[in-house]
């Protein structure tokens, strides 16, 4: 029961406060790691035991997740504080949470418990180790391995430089978007910008987001926040797929919860652009990070769906610019939206890579480095770099792109790399959701730090 313990406290700790990049890391963590410890136990330990833990973890996670519901409660004046009691409603919703939750890890744990072969954690570890080590290899051998692998897919094309330079423009404001109120204002003011609606949206399932405009350059921008509290990461953490009706979009299957999320931004968002901004001739922008970049990505398709439903003349007035976007609609849905958004991934961010898709595909090549092991007696073969996106090449043909519950980045992908040996120089492709290089996790020292406003702010200043 170690995982719980050390979940719970985690969780018990952050409840009331922004995360830094460490708690952050440090939270997802030890989340991830009470799920695979969960679903790990239901397939190698007796069915009784298995059982037992998954109750007591389950337990746990409601107490958090009740704990978190009185936490996120705005502040009252201790004098004006009337006595607080739970009420059906509420209890209602730490319920509803508490399902979602542990339905996201069951449909999870259906896919990854096929492939998960390897009956022991230690050799797990000792596989990851080696696929590790492997890569470092690779990538001393050849530092400029990625640049190669992208350069040499099918369907690689470039941003022209017009849409380039909008893809660097429009960063400011997803980044604002974990500011407070007085310097969101004032850096909008900076740059020609005024502040029309500020939503500090709290509770899981929602986002916070501001709306901006730029009366003499005919420009409005819906700023959406990403990760940065724990209502937040309960949000990314309901991440089964799931038909989405509410969105407006056809045949939409999407993250659960950051489909909430977009909806109740749309909700706010879609009488003004429809009857002032777009009759105003103003272009309409959606940019975020991270969470913020899925739930402005699924905002902005479902207002471009509605748009067209009432007249079909209106082809897709608002555009978005979705950076670090989670992998958030099915493939169909993905390639429907190339159109108007762009995902925009730094190098081995892990956060666009982390699906269900990409777990099984990791399993695979877990499974390989473990079979090889146990051939030679620990000592694993080099590879070449040509070797390995062989064997990973096969492994993608066995996963299908179109099976309902595989989630993928929206839109068309930008995808920024190292494009000299000393790291001084940034490059991008555009491909779409299926580039080999989304479709596995880079087992990079980096693919945590590329992942943050940061690494992105630097990379698009490379660029």
């Not at 004098?79 to 209890?91: A, C, D, F, S, W």
């Not at 079909?312 to 190339?338: G, H």
């Amino acid at each position: 029961m170690q995982y719980i313990r050390l979940f719970s406290n985690n969780l018990n700790k952050f409840a009331n406060k922004r995360f830094t990049p460490v708690q952050k890391l440090s939270v997802c963590t030890t989340t991830g790691a009470l799920s695979y410890h969960l679903l790990w136990n239901s397939k190698f330990r007796p069915v009784a035991q298995a059982e037992k833990a998954k109750e007591d973890a389950y337990a746990t996670v409601y107490k958090i997740l009740d704990k978190l519901k009185t936490s996120t409660k705005p502040q009252i004046d201790d004098n004006k504080k009337p006595k607080q009691k739970k009420n059906i409603q509420e209890t209602t919703q730490i319920s509803n949470l508490y399902m979602n939750l542990m339905n996201a890890m069951d449909q999870a744990g259906k896919y990854i418990l096929q492939e998960d072969t390897i009956p022991t954690l230690q050799r797990k570890v000792q596989a990851f180790s080696c696929l590790l080590q492997r890569y470092t290899e690779i990538k001393e051998e050849e530092p400029l391995f990625l640049a190669k692998t992208l350069e040499s897919d099918e369907g690689v094309s470039c941003l022209s430089k017009l849409e380039l330079k909008d893809v660097k423009r429009y960063w400011l404001f997803a980044n604002l978007a974990y500011e407070p109120r007085p310097k969101i204002e004032q850096q909008l003011e900076d740059n020609g910008f005024k502040l029309l609606r500020y939503d500090q949206a709290t509770g899981p399932m929602s986002v916070a987001y501001f709306v901006c405009f730029n009366p003499e350059e005919k420009v409005a921008v819906i700023g959406v926040k990403g990760t940065s509290t724990m209502s937040d990461l309960i949000t990314d953490l309901v991440c089964s797929s799931e038909a989405n009706h509410r969105l407006g979009i056809d045949n939409l299957r999407c993250h659960q919860a950051i489909g909430e999320a977009a909806f109740s931004i749309t909700k706010g968002v879609l009488p003004l652009v429809e009857h002032f901004l777009i009759p105003q001739g103003y272009k309409v922008v959606f940019s975020g990070h991270s969470l913020g970049a899925g739930a402005a990505a699924l905002a902005g398709a479902s207002i471009n769906a509605q748009l067209k439903s009432m007249n079909p003349l209106k082809q897709n007035p608002v555009r978005v610019y979705a950076y670090a976007c989670p992998a958030i609609v099915d493939y169909k849905s993905s390639l429907s939206m190339k159109p108007f958004i762009t995902t925009i991934v730094n190098q081995a961010d892990v956060i666009p890579r982390a699906s269900v898709a990409n777990a099984v595909i990791m399993l695979k090549l877990l499974h390989q480095v473990d079979v090889e092991r146990m051939e030679t007696g620990g000592q694993l073969p080099k590879v070449s770099m040509n070797e390995t996106e062989k064997k990973l090449a096969l492994i993608h043909g066995q996963t299908d792109l179109y099976c309902q519950d595989h989630l993928f980045v929206p839109g068309k992908a930008l995808i920024m790399y190292n494009s000299t040996v000393d790291g001084d120089g940034r490059d991008s492709v555009l491909q779409d959701a299926s580039s080999q290089a989304l479709r596995v996790i880079i087992p990079d020292a980096n693919m945590v730090m590329d992942h943050l406003a940061e690494g992105y702010e630097e990379s698009l200043k490379k660029l």
